[in-house]
């Protein structure tokens, strides 16, 4: 899941003159996109100062057929048809004494088309604003809103906090880290009603942690020890559209990643515990990640394992299976995160009853193949299951492709698919269909 600190402010807007520019590159109202950048324009320099602006663009559509998985009637169309567009503008400047400010800019607006469904909606938000700020003793202090990546998606991956960072450089490879991050600021009370009481206590939700990460080639990793305190308390209600979490709770998160020639080996793992991560029967979370890849020539072949326990859900950019759960800035095409299939998507009935997601297990294998410098084709293919608490299960076998090819030194154009077949459990009820579940999208990608 992505961490809880993720509180954007964001801006609707009915179409962005963008939307009216990319919309002449739109094929069909279910088929295109794209995203990414590294190139960097120096637009000025003053004295010690430079300045840099980089860029991504993105424009895609894609179509997803019956990924609701507890329909009740078989060949009941579950559509979801939209096409999406997004600029990203990275502006980052390096200052005299060594002191840098980075932030980006979202804009980003979406169409969807289905059955029931016609609108258009959008938002312009700043993702993040942060300084690095150098100190004595190789201290370097980072202040603002900043973005936070972590291991391998599988916790938290391309998610923004507010936070007070300090990072301790011990050596070439080994640097500590320490922060402070807020979520949520009031000094508002609410009451279990959501009345404003206004008595002056504190209402914040914050988050400590400690932590470090391991670069030495070959071998690179990192840990975090995080403890969660928030004092609204477990009777808010939700105000203001921020819903607040169940009290407080801590968790330890690592991962690595050791190359040895064309070998290389991946882990992460997180355990979670306290009043905010604890399940109905008061068991901890904890989820596991590994995985390899093995490149041969042009050809790279990759698999992976993970299982999430106790209701466990991990972040929605994770993609170490397949594009099952592909939601991030992929093809669009992923029918749920990381362990969320067992956390309400397992389809239940009078008899069954519907329980607490408990564990999710998830097993897949990948080969991508560089035809050429431009052109590239992947397949894979997975397997899901997951289960509740009540012992409801559903099993799911996926298969997915892709191509993409290289148009220039900006310009990437792909398409991707996928299909899944899913088998549920008899206990549920036989009022349930296994309708196959299947998407197909097209993006183009820009870096500037």
Known sequence: MKEHNESTVRRRYARLPLAL???????????????????????????????????????????????????TTAGQEDEDRRMRHRLRLMLDGQLAGGTSFHSRLNIAGWDTWGDANDNQTGQTDVNWLYFKVPLAYDITTIAGRQ?????????????RSDRLTFVKQINDELKLL??????????????????DNDDGNDQDDSSYAIGG??????????????????????????????TPLNGDGQFVSAYGTYKAGDLTFK??????????????????????????????GDTTFSGGFAAAMNGYTGDNDFDGISLFYDRGDGAGLGHSNFGALANGNIPTNANAGAGEGDSEYAIGAEVNHQYSPKLSVRGGMAYISA???NNNEIDVAVLDAGISYKINGS??????????????????????????????????????
């Open 21 to 71: 520019a990319l919309g002449a590159m739109v094929l069909t109202p279910a088929v295109i996109g794209a995203g990414a950048s590294d190139a960097e324009a120096n637009v000025g320099t003053k004295g010690e100062t430079s300045i840099s602006i980089t860029g991504n663009a993105r424009v895609m559509g894609y179509a997803t057929n019956n990924d609701n998985f507890d329909d």
């Open 147 to 159: 973005r936070i990546d972590y291991g391998h998606k599988m916790r938290t991956y391309d998610s």
């Open 178 to 195: 320490a922060y402070y991050a807020k979520t949520y600021e009031d000094s508002v009370d609410y009451n279990v009603a959501g009345a």
């Open 213 to 242: 990460e391991y670069d030495a080639g070959a071998l690179k990793g990192g840990f975090r020890l995080v403890h969660l305190d928030d004092k609204r308390g477990a009777n808010h209600t939700s105000v203001n559209n921020v």
């Open 267 to 296: 882990g992460e793992v997180d355990f979670r515990r306290g009043d905010r991560y604890e399940n109905a029967d008061n068991d901890d979370q904890y989820a596991t990640y590994f995985g390899a890849d093995y490149k041969m």
């Open 387 to 389: 289960e509740d608490t």
């Open 411 to 448: 310009t990437a154009y792909k398409i991707d698919g996928i299909y899944g077949s899913p088998d549920i459990d008899d206990a549920i009820g036989s009022n349930h269909a296994e309708d196959a579940y299947w998407g197909v999208s097209h993006r183009f990608e820009i870096k500037f």
